[in-house]
T-cell receptor, first 116, second 114 residues
Framework: AQKVTQAQTEISVVEKEDVTLDCVYETRDTTYYLFWYKQPPSGELVFLIRRNSFDEQNEISGRYSWNFQKSTSSFNFTITASQVVDSAVYFCALSEPKAAGNKLTFGGGTRVLVKP | DAGITQSPRHKVTETGTPVTLRCHQTENHRYMYWYRQDPGHGLRLIHYSYGVKDTDKGEVSDGYSVSRSKTEDFLLTLESATSSQTSVYFC?????????????FGPGTRLTVL
């Protein structure tokens, strides 16, 4: 069975500090996808990034960066120079292969609080 | 924004009452999903659909049923609501192309069962 663990339940930082969110996953599939979603206080879920299991390149998008390491089954997310607007709950998720309906298994989420 | 709406957005009901939540999409995506969100659990899959009249169970399907008679609508029914089904329910859709398999979520429905 697939599993996603986000060990940090809540992180509190002061604006402009960097924050790294950990995500560790378990799967027996060789082909899989990893995702990060953001849930701001307004409650909607916002897609941030998708990464497939064959692409271990790190990715940067503005102040966001992602570090995918297959060897440690981790897909960590870093926010550089955090801002108050980054305050949200962040979810890491893992999808099963296409034949199984692309179902997502979510971690428990990490709440990030950025204080001014 | 993906064209996904959920109705109602908020509902309070009593134990033992049947409840139906509706998810409507305008994207013509084949795959639709129902998740529930509870503190500490992230989101957990209840049921999903891979086409009209084609549905399957997820991780937490007990006490729930679904129906999909049209591509655009996916209904979630609680036959006899219980307090443990108090939660926020999210619908999602997916294109499921070769490299476009991310799911897009609706705004959520907050359900309280008294």
């Amino acid at each position: 069975a697939q599993k996603v663990t986000q060990a940090q339940t809540e992180i509190s930082v002061v604006e402009k500090e960097d924050v790294t969110l950990d995500c560790v996953y378990e799967t027996r599939d060789t082909t899989y996808y990893l995702f990060w979603y953001k849930q701001p206080p307004s409650g909607e879920l916002v897609f941030l990034i998708r990464r497939n299991s064959f692409d271990e390149q790190n990715e940067i998008s503005g102040r966001y960066s992602w570090n995918f390491q297959k060897s440690t089954s981790s897909f960590n997310f870093t926010i550089t120079a955090s801002q108050v607007v980054d305050s949200a709950v962040y979810f890491c998720a893992l999808s099963e292969p296409k034949a199984a309906g692309n179902k997502l298994t979510f971690g428990g989420g990490t709440r990030v609080l950025v204080k001014p | 924004d993906a064209g996904i709406t959920q109705s109602p957005r908020h509902k309070v009901t009593e134990t033992g009452t049947p409840v139906t939540l509706r998810c409507h999409q305008t994207e013509n995506h084949r795959y639709m999903y129902w998740y529930r969100q509870d503190p500490g659990h992230g989101l957990r899959l209840i049921h999903y659909s891979y086409g009209v009249k084609d549905t399957d169970k997820g991780e937490v399907s007990d006490g729930y049923s679904v129906s999909r008679s049209k591509t655009e609508d996916f209904l979630l029914t609680l036959e006899s609501a219980t307090s443990s089904q108090t939660s926020v329910y999210f619908c999602a859709i997916s294109y499921l192309g070769t490299e476009n398999n991310e799911q897009f979520f609706g705004p959520g429905t907050r359900l309280t069962v008294l």
